[in-house]
């Protein structure tokens, strides 16, 4: 085995390592985790349960994992920033000129005035959390409602709102609602039941949730530029890679996720700061993301490698501690060490 690849050998199995002592020490069911590089090496490992209730199922390599918010950097992302690119859209315009019934009652309201790359970066007033799902089941009425609502507004926090707004957008420049777009090469908005990593058991939707959308609030709009992506370890591998090697966006979609908005965001991606979930030994070149479900990515353009950690850790409950964030550090750091 050549020097290179026994490198990266060494590194994916130490990587490796702590997600292997999870599963055992049953803080998560089960994962996959992935890297590739620059120079041609790639590596895939699964270890656990892909479903432990009422069922169970061995995790496999290509099993497909419920991406979460994996979504907005995977798919949502690349197209407002292409179409930005194509000057369909002015990143710096409003959300009203592809929205203009947004607040169209106030023309005064702050909503009206918050931007294409502010809702990239979550640099507006939009409140953390909001349980859309709980005010019906109607996802056009759902749709009228956001748009209509007068938002609490707040300091810059992490949204989904900034990210189902700009997948209302995408849809209304499609004509087509989100499910009914293409989700890219490897990709889907749901998948085979039996193939599937399972989340949650529902609480409202009464069942154990495996190929269909965990998230409350995509579920109930029937699909969202916030989540929904599904996808498996070498779909995100792929991705990755076209990324690093500017085969799977532009030049300049690709300098923009890279570019900061703040301390802790990009346009659409997370940049290395202290606590976050990509560990301490990332260089700042890297840009990353996780997903509620338990799906993660990063990619560091400085050192030329991507590697991505997909766990079922609310299954069958999000109320038990996984570990994760220690864990995705942990993982990344083994990635990383010298």
Request: aromatic residues 8%; proline residues 6%.
């Amino acid at each position: 085995m050549e020097g290179g690849r026994m490198e990266f050998q060494e590194r994916f199995d130490r990587a490796f390592a702590p997600l292997e002592q999870s599963v055992a020490t049953s803080h998560i069911p089960g994962g996959v985790f992935g890297m590739v590089d620059l120079k041609g090496n790639r590596q895939v490992r699964a270890v656990g349960s892909a479903q432990k209730v009422p069922s169970v199922r061995p995790m496999l390599v290509d099993t497909w994992f419920d991406l979460a918010s994996l979504t907005k950097v995977i798919f949502t992302t690349p197209r407002i920033l292409a179409l930005a690119e194509a000057g369909t859209i002015d990143l710096d315009a409003p959300l009203t000129v592809l929205l203009p019934d947004l607040r169209q009652y106030s023309a005064e309201a702050w909503e009206r005035k918050v931007t294409f790359r502010q809702c990239l970066g979550h640099q507006t007033p939009f409140p953390a959390v909001e349980p859309i799902y709980t005010y019906g089941r109607d996802p056009e009425l759902l749709r009228t409602f956001i748009l209509q609502r007068e938002w609490r507004a707040g300091p810059p926090v992490y949204s989904d709102i900034n990210f189902i707004l700009l997948g209302f957008a995408l849809e209304r420049l499609s004509g087509k609602t989100i499910r009914a777009m293409d989700p890219g090469p490897g990709f889907a908005f749901s998948a085979p039941p039996k193939l599937a990593a399972a989340t949650e058991d529902c609480t409202w939707r009464h069942r154990v949730l495996s190929g269909e959308v965990h998230d409350d609030n995509c579920s109930a709009l029937q699909g969202a530029g916030h989540a929904g992506l599904f996808g498996t370890v070498d779909s995100i591998l792929d991705f990755a890679k076209g990324l690093l090697d500017g085969s799977g966006a532009s030049a300049q979609s690709i300098a923009l996720m890279r570019t900061p908005l703040s301390a802790t965001r990009t346009h659409g991606w997370e940049r290395p700061h202290d606590g976050w979930h990509g560990g301490t030994l990332c260089s700042l070149g890297t840009i990353g993301h996780t997903g509620f479900t338990g799906t993660a990515l990063w990619i560091d353009f400085d050192k030329g490698r991507a590697w991505t950690l997909l766990t079922n850790r609310i299954h069958p409950t999000r109320h038990f501690d996984s570990g994760i964030l220690a864990l995705r550090q942990t993982v990344g750091d083994l990635v990383n060490a010298a």
